[in-house]
């Protein structure tokens, strides 16, 4: 393990309820018997229905498209922590991001701790300002400071998605897909 992130072999977690997988062209084809509802809607709803169109457009969406080309474009698994709060818990998932063959990606989530959460904090933190986050949509890299990394790397050194920090995506192009193209 590298920080939150992992890069691995194949998952045997091939029964577990919270997953699902997409294929080459993004659509959800396989949900895990956990979903009732995924990414706000009936699980029947989902099937068929792209990545894109269950998570909407916006800064998580951005991060997973990131991701998604990450994981494709190395043939990688990427295992990583992420916040999954409302107004009465505090949960710390992990999410496991793997290739399943043919441009499929098959990802797996599962709970490391639940506690109460605390109301104020969790307003305190969704009022925060948010941190700006630049990403090259043709790689996938987010700039931190000066240096564009990978995409798993950069969310592991800002904490975005396991400290439930607010932010806010602006599509760029680094200097390797603008010098050299991707």
């Given at each position: 393990?590298r ?8 998952s045997?977690?091939n029964?577990?309820p919270f997953s699902?997988?997409?294929c ?5 084809t ?6 009732q509802?995924?990414y706000g809607?009936?699980r029947g ?9 269950l998570?909407?457009e916006?800064?998580i969406a ?9 994981v494709?474009?190395?043939?990688v ?8 709060d409302?107004?009465?818990f ?6 496991i991001?793997?290739?399943v ?5 098959r ?12 109301v104020?904090e969790y307003?305190?933190?969704l009022n925060?300002s948010p941190m700006n986050?630049d990403f090259?949509?043709q ?5 931190v400071?000066?240096?564009w990394?990978?995409?798993d790397?950069?969310?592991?050194v800002?904490g975005?998605?396991?400290?439930d ?5 602006w599509p760029m192009?680094c200097?390797s897909?603008?010098?050299h193209?991707?």
């Amino acid at each position: 393990m590298r920080g939150l992130f992992q890069e691995s072999g194949p998952s045997s977690a091939n029964s577990d309820p919270f997953s699902y997988e997409i294929c080459g062209l993004d659509r959800v084809t396989k949900l895990g018997a956990g979903w009732q509802t995924i990414y706000g809607r009936p699980r029947g709803g989902a099937l068929h229905h792209t990545l894109w169109e269950l998570l909407g457009e916006g800064n998580i969406a951005d991060l997973y498209r990131a991701l998604v080309t990450h994981v494709r474009r190395n043939s990688v698994r990427i295992e990583f922590q992420f916040r999954c709060d409302d107004l009465e818990f505090k949960r710390t998932m992990i999410m496991i991001m793997e290739p399943v063959g043919d441009n499929a990606i098959r990802f797996s989530s599962r709970p490391l701790s639940v506690e109460p959460q605390n109301v104020a904090e969790y307003f305190y933190r969704l009022n925060q300002s948010p941190m700006n986050v630049d990403f090259c949509e043709q790689c996938g890299t987010i700039k931190v400071g000066k240096e564009w990394l990978a995409t798993d790397r950069a969310l592991e050194v800002l904490g975005l998605f396991a400290d439930d920090i607010s932010f806010k995506t602006w599509p760029m192009t680094c200097p390797s897909c603008r010098h050299h193209g991707h």
